[in-house]
């Protein structure tokens, strides 16, 4: 069974910066590709950003490109999201995922099949 855990999320003002981080557990990290994803209040779970097992290759919703990094520790099986000039649209709860195919790279939430409890970022402003 694979446990997810974030954590990093808070209370910011428009323009700052935050670094959210996933810890995994329970089976081997560095063959899956992991996913960020969002939900805003009342609306739907959004794909945020994705990187490969191997962190080759990384994948961002176009209005997140150029102010959010994710990133990926296999030694100490984290992945982590660098959100940089946030803006009051980012407010969400932020879910770190685990896809569910070994060394598969997708972006659709439904292919992401253990996920953390979330993490809540909110704009401040």
């Known amino acids: 069974q694979v446990h997810l855990v974030e954590s990093g999320g808070g209370l910011v003002q428009a323009g700052a910066s935050l670094r959210l981080s996933c810890a995994a557990s329970?089976?081997?990290?560095?063959?899956?590709?992991m996913g960020w994803f969002r939900q805003a209040p009342g609306k739907d779970r959004e794909f945020v950003a994705a990187?490969?097992?191997?962190?080759?290759?990384?994948y961002y919703l176009d209005s997140v490109k150029g102010r959010f990094t994710i990133s990926r520790d296999n030694a100490k099986n984290t992945v982590n999201l660098q959100m940089n000039s946030l803006k009051p649209e980012d407010t969400a709860v932020y879910y770190c995922?685990?896809?569910?195919?070994?060394?598969?790279?997708?972006?659709?939430?439904?292919?992401?099949?253990?996920w953390g409890q979330g993490t809540q970022v909110t704009d401040s402003s």
């Open positions: 995922a685990d896809h569910r195919e070994i060394k598969r790279f997708t972006t659709t939430d439904a292919d992401f099949n253990y």
């Open positions: 329970g089976r081997t990290f560095s063959s899956y590709a």
């Open positions: 990187i490969t097992w191997g962190g080759d290759f990384t």
